[in-house]
């Protein structure tokens, strides 16, 4: 990527950039370029419904990790009005590659989380790119768990690559922390949305992912493994991850075929980066119609339903009882 | 959970798909019994650099007599040597395979390949068996196939371990041992099951009886994040390998050799994630005490 | 806790003993108003040396307008800040005395002095009021009295406060700023007026309001670990010192000195005690925003 | 102290020495002194019962220091059978200050729990000479739980000095790891017996020492503040903590009549360390008696009567309405 654009959509951004230097130019010279403008704009129709309706899944992986696509933070305060942010986990450290709070989302009061990535370099490492530490994920229950005493609807927005492989997360037990929150979360006796807004690594999305609802935003993708990560275990090159990123089977549409998320939130076209704003307004109507189906239901029904969501995945076969006969009486290698 | 409790007897809530392989490359179910060694087989002790006689290891649990290394022991031998005998163990759900839920590449051929060299069907093997006269349902991950990684079928099998042993309020011990964690080539459905296991652990806790998790050597990624961090006692055995991220990818991360004993059930006891440190031959006696205690 | 919710609504489970000093002695229900200042007096500010003058630093909520320290605020007047006027407030339990229970030698002078010059009765005052034209049951420690320490009498009006709170379902807010911690000269009864308060606190849970914990300078020992630390939310002014073990004590134990901002609230933060630091001028509206949200 | 001796008991030991060594004689040379080792026997106990029946505060507060008197793992030892350690908080660290574990206590399964004084240097060391950090009271809170979770009741021996104060114990929040503490065993549904074996310092003593039945071994001390401490705050002298530990009230009679704790556990006279099997089985008897009380009891009755009895904890006085009528019309300063 060079200045935030891919190679595969150079073409269609060089055409918005001259549509755009003609509309200057007509504003200011007062020149009516309005016909050619025209052309242009049906030409630049035309490519991005080429290139946008047709992503491979690599292509949508970039989407994800675009810089400029909204992060938690960002949707936050597009989203709901009245965000106060809470911090700690009580027992180590605030951890900001974890954030979250209390805020009203279409007039309902819910607590919203989310891993946070930086918007600089600064934030980057402020928030160690996003990557929580198990701190972050107690941080997170606790906050759950707040929101449980109150009756409160919980909102979980992920974005992260997956659990931080470092010293003191290991140290720390990242993996009972996630377990632990696996195990918690599902025990929860309020509504749970999740959404996938931008990448779903492993352990670190499942983390703060278990749900009423799972959702996922178009360009998202959701993994038990990073695609570079699979290509370096199968081929031993990280430069083979769009090879991965295909077999892995990770985008919202795969995953919605798969039963394992709910519903594929749109975005604009060409990635929630092109038009934040609107990216956030269809995330906020998913989670809000979701909600307002959960909230009539009681915490005991809410729990079995989720559990019983949880029981059905996985996919596998049973034999017969007369296959197993047959195989059990045949002689032995 | 006493509410849910009923609604999980029934079985067969996931999704069946009928088997994809031809009738000849189905998986046979396992023989119960520890495969023989043949004599005079050797093998180098990666502990003290020594020879060591196959049937040697093997009487002494599969244990370096000279400087105590634990070798990998297979979901089989566990078994005769954590119960009773292996003629109380009832190995339960042999009829389930596992199948190509992505058509990921390759998947059907290495499974095959796994089935036929180590004789199991998967990784786990889980079943009812005797430990100090005493039921006990018994789940063991088995390293030497795919790692002991976590996939469909292994999540289902443990999944519905916890539901017969809340069914029959009998204690569970479930020995991890999984370098891969979760299983790369079922992709999401893998990472589900990590949900769907510490679910079943959690309504299990209905029977109050006890989960006994067993850390063996590796016990890393989806397993550890899942099921086995969450046992009301978590043992291991010395010298293993425990932790979420891999100790390569943490190498590559942090750009520095790793501090020595990272991730070993030392470090691991240290930092407070295990109850204990148990040797192999004092596992079964461990086992049997805290059994013992939950029935006075 | 709905059971057990009735249980306490019944008033004086404490034992209760007759006043032990004369008449003269015997402090008065303190004014519900803050002093006046009088003109030309000064401080100087300990975070930067400079000179400010009392009514100016009143007006500015006693807080330093260049190096923002935030300096003591005794109850009276913090009530004055955080609700909607002091009209508004309901003092609790104006008839409680502290006593002196082991004989400790000297208390009941301490006492006597502490109760002339502060105007107050104890380090608590407790009451319901209106913030943002809601009801709300709020209790200030006063450090001006006793360092704002926990004895008999305060932890007794603290849990009152919890307990009509529950009755009336309203949220509460504690604003704690006690260096003594627990009250020596009560012994072992200061101790458990830390258990007390943190029962009641958690009885308190059943009304589904909130507990809002505001800790100002100093939050220590006693109060710091028990009731002060278990708010649904808790928030702390900037620069506040707070811990349990007192850093002289530390500083003394570990033989080096402490690193710089050692248990200031940007420390408590940083470990993850605290759910934000709020600059006193935002403590109103803040305070406001979280009760607002808890109606919504 | 000199080897283990306090000055004000070296008579009895030089006189019960000389017994010993007269005893040995006999056996080795077979001559007979019966007459002369019953006259100093006879002085001997009037000795004992003339020094040990009237100790001072502080010098029970020495006895509950000394080196040889039982830990809490040598009480667990002797109290108990099958006793199975466990060890961590799951978050940051398996703090050997703290134990705990599950074991049989008179046939019955009990979780039981305490601080862990070293027993020589080495061993103090790895144990933080006996002070928790915040790690060890979570991990005790982990382990009560967990009691609750099997319907076990737990039994918690107190011999600590107080809450460590170091850096690291304030970081990671000693503060409200205690205040957690508190909170949750004030409402866990099994029968909890405390009992101060030894030192019961301040926050580090009631972070596990919340129960229906607080006990106290005779020669044991449970206090607000140490009396060093106190005598440093009000003398500015450590040197003066003999009249800070009276002025205190902290000894087992004096915390009877307070009303803190139900029953005071006689120890073999001269203290524990002078027959510890005899101080254990003293111990064994009143814990034991106290669960069987508590055993039939439901949760919701243990809890009702639990927080009842801390309810009424404090002395204070209560104004009538005539007088603080009259004191409010008289005219101020
Ligand atoms: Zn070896
Ligand atoms: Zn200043």
């Given at each position: 990527m060079v200045n935030g654009v891919f190679e595969w959509e150079r073409p269609l951004i060089e055409l918005e950039n001259r549509i755009k230097e003609l509309q200057a130019f007509t504003k200011e010279k007062g020149i009516d370029f309005s016909e050619e403008l025209a052309t242009l704009e049906r030409k630049a129709d035309r490519l991005r419904a080429e290139i946008f309706s047709n992503l491979t899944p690599w292509q949508r992986v970039q989407l994800a990790r675009h810089p400029r696509r909204p992060t938690t933070l960002d949707y936050i305060n597009m989203i709901c009005t009245d965000f106060v942010e809470l911090s700690g986990d009580r027992c180590v450290r605030d951890d900001e590659a974890m954030v979250g709070g209390l805020a009203l989302l279409d007039g309902m009061p819910v607590t919203i989380i989310g891993p946070q990535k930086g918007r600089d370099t600064k934030e980057n490492i402020r928030r160690n790119f996003g990557l929580p530490h198990p701190e972050g994920y107690r941080k997170a229950l606790r906050l759950m768990q707040q929101a449980e005493k109150f009756g409160r609807p919980i909102v979980s927005l992920i974005d992260v690559v997956g659990a931080y492989p470092g010293i003191e997360a290991e140290q720390r037990g990242q993996g009972v922390a996630i377990a632990e929150n696996i195990r918690r979360m599902s025990f929860l006796r309020v509504p749970i949305v999740c959404v996938i807004t931008g990448e779903g690594g492993s352990g670190g999305a499942l983390a703060i992912g278990v749900g009423d609802r799972v959702l996922m935003m178009e360009n998202a993708w959701y993994s038990v493994i990073s695609p570079e990560m699979c290509a370096e275990i199968l081929w031993?090159?990280?430069?083979?991850a769009p090879d991965a990123a295909a077999v892995l089977k990770i985008g919202a549409q795969d995953l919605l075929e798969l039963g394992v998320i709910d519903e594929v939130i749109p975005e604009p076209l060409g990635g929630a980066h092109r038009d934040r704003e609107q990216a956030a307004q269809r995330l906020k109507e998913a989670v809000v119609r979701h909600l307002r189906e959960l909230l009539p239901l009681s915490g005991d029904e809410l729990i079995h339903r989720r559990l019983e969501k949880y029981r059905r995945m996985g996919r596998l076969a049973q034999e017969t009882e007369e296959r197993l006969q047959a195989v059990s009486e045949s002689p032995r290698d | 959970m006493p509410v849910f409790k009923d609604l999980f007897r029934s079985k067969s809530r996931y999704a069946t798909v009928k088997p994809s392989q031809g009738d000849g490359d189905q998986p046979r179910p396992q023989p119960a019994r520890p495969k023989e060694v043949p004599d005079g087989l050797w093998v180098k002790c990666p502990g003290c650099q020594n020879i060591l006689y196959q049937r040697e290891l093997a009487r002494n649990l599969q244990v370096c007599a000279r400087c105590g290394h634990h070798f990998h022991v297979g979901a089989v031998e566990r078994l005769s040597q954590l119960?009773?005998?292996?003629?109380?163990f009832e190995e339960w759900d042999t009829d389930l395979r596992t199948v190509n839920p992505l058509g990921f590449p390759g998947y059907e051929e290495k499974l095959a390949r796994m089935q036929a060299q180590?004789?199991?069907?998967?990784?786990v093997v889980t079943g009812e068996g005797k430990l100090d006269k005493y039921p006990v349902a018994v789940g063991v991950l088995d390293f030497s196939f795919f790692s002991g990684s976590m996939g469909s079928v292994v999540g289902e099998k443990l999944t519905r371990l916890f539901e017969r042993a809340l069914e029959r309020r009998i204690p569970v011990v479930v020995v991890s041992g999984g370098g891969g964690g979760a299983r790369m080539q079922e992709g999401i459905l893998s990472l589900m099951q990590m949900a769907k296991t510490s679910q079943a652990v959690e309504r299990f806790g209905a029977s109050r009886q006890p989960y006994i998790s067993v850390l063996t050597n590796p016990t890393m990624g989806g397993v550890y994040a899942s099921f086995a961090s969450l046992g009301d006692y978590i043992l291991a055995e010395p010298g293993a390998l425990i932790g979420f991220a891999g100790p390569r990818i943490v190498e590559r991360t942090i750009r520095q050799s790793l501090p020595s004993g990272f991730q070993t059930s030392e470090f691991a006891l240290k930092n407070g994630m295990v109850d204990m440190i148990v040797e192999r031959k004092d596992l079964r006696p461990t086992l049997a005490r805290i059994l013992r205690l939950h029935r006075a």
């Open positions: 031993k090159d990280t430069g083979r | 119960l009773d005998s292996l003629d109380t180590t004789g199991l069907s998967e990784a």
